[in-house]
């Protein structure tokens, strides 16, 4: 049988599994969700492996509580190259659960896509190589490895830290990170870029406590006003991110993103303009972007006439590669203080940082892995930047630095990961089954 006839006949088991993976509200945050939620998961993961020929698929307690499952089936031939095959299973909150238009929990069927949070980010990868590898039986002719983590969505770095203390484990030529995606349905990419990111908070205090409005207001210091004008320091008038001391001119070179595209996939509003000097492509994957995550401040129910003496925002700063999180970081921190108005206190904490990326694509597994792209979509596969950042991606290259990093999978912007209403659509999951199978052929010749 034809290897895209396996994949197609195996479709019905691979929307079986995602709707049993989707059931499970594996949220990695016990203050959300049970943590026996993950641990299911992580049980379903390694139960799924296991039967297709993982037989040493075990959970390995990481650094932050989770639990990534790891395994490895070897093939008969010991010189083979060996693939080491990534995604994670703990999922985003569904956030507004009003906002969804299907239970999120509950893989549902709507026109010609599959409803749910997970299916794509990260759920619908597992279930890719799941079906990958059952469209290949016996038949698998590289060394596979294997880990599958519990905690990326929550950025506390269980297995950032577990990889360099286990490093022979997890060693391999290839390492297929499936946690990004195409440019469009039906149109296959490799993702060569990620930015890195520095979070911080930054509180203002201006009194002692609250004061009236009516018999204060005006010479007292306002700390929300200070607030609102140190965030206005940090976009210029045509959008563009304006921290001092970092580029923000910086200009992509691969595959752009239409602005038509990017407005319908980002849902702007009609009449609304897109931020920044440059393409769109160049303000998403080359240049820094900064953006205000949440404000603490009093509620506009159950305010009062009273001038807010505190108040804090919490920031993401996206950095382009090139642009290390160390300096990204001291220069948010300097121009948060600098811009303060009115001689208001400052402090700003750094929650987390994250350094970017860029793959090198020049070896014989990104050439396979365009080959496989190509033949299983029926057109070339392009180049991507992405604006999010992997963090383990610099630790998988500084640990394995002669391993090909390719970083694919079924998230495309129609997917609206990390929002409500997340999908997927099942064609992705057939077609990138279809090429990481023929990847892995390829890659053993």
Known sequence: MELRDCVDGLMG?????????????????????????????????????????????????????????????????????????????????????????????????????????????????????????????????????????????????????????????????????????????????????????????????????EVHSGMFGGPAPDALAALIAILGTLRDSDGNTTVAGLENDQVWTGEVYPEDQFRSDAGVVEGASLLGSGAVSDMLWARPSLTTLGIDCPPVVGSAAAIPPTARARLNLRIPPGTEPAAAEKALREHLVAAAPWGVHVTVETEATGSPFRAETGGPAYRAIASAMEEAFGRPMVSLGQGGSIPLCNVFAETYPGAELILIGVEEPLALIHAPNESVHPQEIADMALAEALFLQRLSR
């Open 13 to 209: 088991q691979a929307r079986s599994d995602l709707a049993e993976l989707v059931a499970i509200p594996s949220v990695a945050d016990p203050r959300q969700y049970p943590a026996e939620e993950c641990a299911r998961a992580a049980q379903w993961v390694l139960d799924a492996f296991a039967a297709i020929g993982f037989t040493d698929a075990h959970l390995a307690e990481t650094a932050d509580g989770s639990q990534a499952v790891v395994g490895s089936r070897p093939c008969a031939d010991p010189e083979a190259p060996t693939v080491l095959l990534y995604a994670h299973y703990d999922v985003q909150p569904p956030l507004d659960e009003e906002a969804w238009r299907t239970p999120p929990f509950e893989l549902t069927e709507v026109g010609d896509r599959w409803y749910g949070r997970g299916t794509a980010d990260c759920k619908g990868n597992i279930v890719m190589h799941l079906t990958a590898l059952r469209a290949l039986g016996d038949d698998v002719p590289v060394n596979l490895k294997l880990v599958v983590e519990g905690s990326e969505e929550q950025g506390t770095g269980g297995l950032e830290d577990f990889v360099p203390k286990h490093a022979d484990l997890l060693r391999a030529d290839a390492i297929l990170v499936c946690d990004t995606g195409n440019a469009a349905v039906g149109h296959p990419a490799a993702t060569v870029s990620l930015r890195g990111m520095v979070n911080v908070v930054v509180s203002v205090e201006a009194l002692a406590s």
